[in-house]
C-alpha cells in the first residue's frame, strides 16, 4: 500500500520531486522497468524516471531489507547497458524511523566492487519542507516535527488550497495513507475526510492492487499444490501467461 502510494506521486509530480532530490523542477518521465529487462509481475518499491539528460531511480522503502543495496547495483548496471552516456541518480527514501543501522547504509560492495547511492531518510527532513510542493504533501506528516498531528492539519489546509478536485482527492488519500505510518486512524480520519479518500484514484487503485495480490497469493498457492493452470486462471482471475509467469517464479525460487 505504501510503495503504491509513493509510486504514484512520484509519477504524477515528478517535478515536485525533482525540485526536492535535484535541486530543480525538472519534467521527468517514466521508464518501464522492462525496458532495462527488468520485467517482473510487481517491482516492488522502484521507481524509475528519466529526463533528456539523466536517469532518477527511487527506492521507498518503508523499513529497510537486506537486498536493497545490491538492489541498487543491479539497476543501476542495467541503465548503464541501456544507456552509458546518461548518468543516474540513485536515492533510497526509507520513511518510517527506526534504528537499524540498515538505512544509514549508502553502498553495495563485494570483491573489486563498491557501488554507492543516496539514502533519505524522511524522519529527518523538516516538515515544512514537504508543504511547499503539492507532490511531497502527503510526507509532511512523516518529517521532522514536534507534533505530527499538527502537521498533518497543514497538509489538509494546503491541499485545500489545490484548485483542481482530482489532484485534491488523491492527495488527500495519499496523505491519509502516509500518515498511518505514524498516526492513528482515528486521528487520520478526523482530520481527514474519508469519503474523499475513497473516492480517489490512487486509493481505487491501491484498492485493485492489493486484490490482484491477493489474487496472485492464492495462484501460487493452488501452484505449489500442483492445481493445472486452466483451472487456476479462471478460479483468480488472472491469465494464463500470468499463471505461466509465477509458476516461472516458483521454478526459479526451487533452482535457487
Not at 515536485?16 to 530543480?24: I, K, M, T
Not at 494464463?240 to 521454478?251: D, G, H, P, T
Request: charged letters at 25%; one cysteine or more.
Amino acid at each position: 500500500m505504501y510503495d503504491d502510494t509513493c509510486r504514484f506521486l512520484a509519477e504524477h509530480f515528478s517535478s515536485d520531486f525533482a525540485s526536492w532530490l535535484l535541486g530543480e523542477p525538472i519534467e521527468l518521465t517514466e521508464l518501464k522497468p522492462s525496458e532495462l529487462s527488468l520485467d517482473p509481475i510487481r517491482t516492488d518499491a522502484l521507481i524509475l524516471l528519466q529526463s533528456a539528460a539523466s536517469f532518477l531511480h527511487l527506492e521507498f522503502q518503508t523499513l529497510p531489507k537486506d537486498n536493497v543495496p545490491f538492489r541498487m547495483l543491479d539497476y543501476r548496471v542495467r541503465a548503464y547497458r541501456k544507456d552509458s552516456t546518461k548518468p543516474m541518480r540513485q536515492v533510497v527514501i526509507y520513511l518510517k524511523q527506526t534504528a537499524s543501522e540498515r538505512v544509514h547504509q549508502t553502498y553495495f560492495e563485494m570483491e573489486h566492487t563498491r557501488h554507492e547511492f543516496e539514502v533519505v531518510r524522511v524522519w529527518e527532513q523538516p516538515a515544512s519542507r514537504f508543504l511547499q510542493y503539492p507532490g511531497l504533501i502527503p510526507f509532511a506528516t512523516l518529517g521532522q516535527s514536534a507534533d505530527a498531528e499538527e502537521i498533518l492539519r497543514q497538509a489538509a489546509q494546503r491541499i485545500d488550497q489545490i484548485a483542481d478536485p482530482g489532484a485534491q482527492a488523491n492527495l488527500v488519500a495519499a496523505s491519509g495513507i502516509l500518515a498511518g505510518l505514524r498516526l492513528e486512524d482515528e486521528v487520520v480520519y478526523r482530520i481527514l475526510r474519508r469519503d474523499i479518500m475513497q473516492e480517489s484514484t490512487v486509493y481505487r487503485s491501491i484498492q485493485r492492487e492489493t486484490q490482484a495480490e491477493n489474487s496472485r497469493t492464492i495462484a501460487l498457492n493452488l501452484l505449489r499444490r500442483g492445481v493445472a493452470m486452466n483451472i487456476i486462471a479462471p478460479s483468480t482471475g488472472l491469465s494464463i501467461e500470468e499463471v505461466q509467469q509465477l509458476q516461472q517464479q516458483l521454478n526459479e525460487s526451487a533452482q535457487g
